[in-house]
């Protein structure tokens, strides 16, 4: 094999055409792929990787390489075409990955969620430089997303006896004080802020590397409630993790943040905590076209905690319902959603401060948000239908006054400009539109959001198919080429 280990022998080795193909038409030569692959390997570390022109063409010939070269080589042929070129559209197969890098149907217990999420998490540090962690996972939906996440509802097996207890539920002393859980507690807090007013794109990595260290603090014994704490802060985190994955368009490594982060609330017994997780992998289903998966996760978060959550909660799970029902083109159930959350939210603490902080972001302007997309999204669904539009004006309107007084939001007060601009452009006022859509610009220089930019070039180059003889709409063209040029996002 050769003395890099980066193969494996293969008794029936047959040319691969498929590896071929992608080969010949990427322009390379074999030196030059095999040059990528060192210089890619070394970025995320694995420095005995070596490979030379006499390997690339065994590789042609059929030979099978070993991890994590499969994986190199799907990222550089994904880059060099602009589109995802699978491990197995390479005619490559994987080594075994352990199951923090591959699917989400994961072990429900507490040793090894708190292993794979140490594990994911160390991972997603040290090779998240180039986004090599998020193009080696894929992406669960349907049945092999909805079932692995209908466990969360199964009680979990009775506590083990003090011979059989792991190590991180031991009963012995805790070196963790009271004031030093609750300083994680507000650290956690703190990186929630920062989400909200910058962007998942400035501090992911930090909140990354604190998920890590609260994972080391689990490996030691602690006192049933300290450990059930620590599993709170961990489910915190990691759904934090998930959601700034999400929010610079890391959608892999954000559903198995996600994933994680809801089987870390069920070891803490939080099944609020486990709706709100549910939630966002709800929303990122919506973002990625499956409405119908977003409506069964929203149902499992209803299910789990409705003896449980408070108003405020249930009033975001009623208005997640809303937006699924609307992407499904269901006028009908999307309105009775929509009165659900409004007169659920009636009944949310004012202040808010008995709400967990997590959910005190659901605020009446985000309550107006919700729903007038969802009356937008209908819109769209139900072909630009003028009557939809009108009735998600009124309420973007509100939910734009609202933001515009929070400094907090930031992010928010974006989406919700960017929202009503799509809404002007429904009705047919693209001078309207590029008002708004500049103030999101000016916003969006601020924030480090994937989502934040994606819209507002979505948004711009609607405006331009649909009112391209409308001077304001070139003048924001050309505004947005130079002020938001599409560079890669730091993560």
């Given at each position: 094999m050769g003395g890099t280990g980066d193969s494996v022998g293969n008794a029936d080795k047959r040319p691969n055409e498929q590896l071929t193909s992608w080969f010949v038409r990427s322009g390379w030569s074999k030196g030059e792929l095999a040059r990528q692959v060192n210089r890619?390997?070394?970025q995320m570390g694995a420095n005995h990787i070596s490979t030379d022109t006499s390997r690339v063409r065994r590789w042609l010939d059929g030979e099978q390489p070993r991890e994590p070269i499969p994986r190199i080589l799907s990222e550089l042929f994904s880059e060099r075409f602009g589109a995802v070129v699978a491990i197995g559209d390479l005619g490559l197969r994987t080594a075994h990955q352990s199951p923090s890098l591959s699917g989400v149907d994961l072990p429900w217990t507490a040793p090894q969620t708190v292993e794979l999420i140490g594990e994911f998490s160390r991972s997603d540090l040290m090779l998240a430089r180039r986004g090599f962690l998020g193009t080696s996972l894929a992406?669960?939906?349907?049945?092999?997303?909805?079932?692995?996440m209908q466990r969360w509802l199964v009680p979990a097996p009775a506590a083990p006896t003090a011979?059989?207890?792991?190590?991180?539920?031991?009963?012995?002393g805790s070196r963790l004080s009271g004031p030093e859980l609750e300083l994680l507690e507000a650290t956690t807090v703190m990186f929630r802020k920062w989400d909200a007013q910058c962007g998942g794109g400035l501090r992911r990595k930090a909140v990354v590397g604190q998920l890590h260290e609260v994972t080391d603090l689990l490996q030691e014994p602690h006192p049933d409630a300290t450990a059930r704490r620590l599993f709170k802060i961990a489910a915190e985190l990691a759904e934090l993790a998930g959601w700034m994955s999400y929010d610079v368009g890391l959608q892999p490594t954000a559903q198995k943040y996600f994933v994680l982060?809801?089987?870390?609330?069920?070891?803490?017994?939080?099944?609020?905590?486990?709706?709100?997780?549910?939630?966002?992998?709800?929303?990122?289903?919506?973002?990625?076209?499956?409405?119908?998966?977003?409506?069964?996760?929203?149902?499992?978060?209803?299910?789990g905690s409705r003896d449980c959550a408070t108003a405020r909660t249930q009033a975001m799970l009623y208005a997640m319902e809303a937006r699924a029902y609307a992407n499904m083109g269901q006028p009908s159930k999307t309105k009775r959603a929509v009165r659900m959350a409004e007169d659920t939210f009636v009944d949310a603490d004012e202040s808010a401060e008995q709400e967990p902080d997590w959910i005190r972001f659901f605020s009446e302007a985000e309550l107006n948000g919700e729903n007038s997309h969802s009356y937008r999204d209908l819109a769209y669904v139900a072909g630009?239908?003028?009557?939809?539009?009108?009735?998600?004006?009124?309420?973007?309107?509100?939910a734009v006054e609202l933001f515009g007084r929070d400094k907090e939001h930031q992010r928010s007060y974006a989406l919700n400009l960017i929202g009503m601009a799509t809404v002007h452009l429904l009705q047919r006022e693209p001078e309207q539109s590029t008002v708004l859509v500049g103030e999101a610009l000016d916003i969006a220089k601020k924030v480090r959001s994937e989502r934040v930019n994606t819209r507002l070039r979505k948004t711009v180059a609607t405006a331009l198919r649909d009112f391209g003889e409308v001077a304001e709409v070139h003048d924001l063209t050309d505004r947005l080429a130079v002020q938001l040029p599409e560079t890669a996002e730091a993560v």
């Open positions: 890619r390997a070394r992406l669960a939906a349907g049945p092999t997303l909805i079932e692995p011979a059989q207890e792991p190590q991180i539920q031991g009963r012995r982060a809801l089987h870390a609330a069920k070891e803490a017994g939080d099944k609020p905590l486990g709706s709100y997780i549910l939630s966002g992998m709800s929303r990122q289903m919506i973002h990625l076209g499956r409405p119908e998966d977003a409506l069964e996760l929203i149902h499992l978060a209803q299910y630009r239908s003028p009557t939809y539009a009108s009735l998600a004006h009124p309420v973007m309107g509100r």
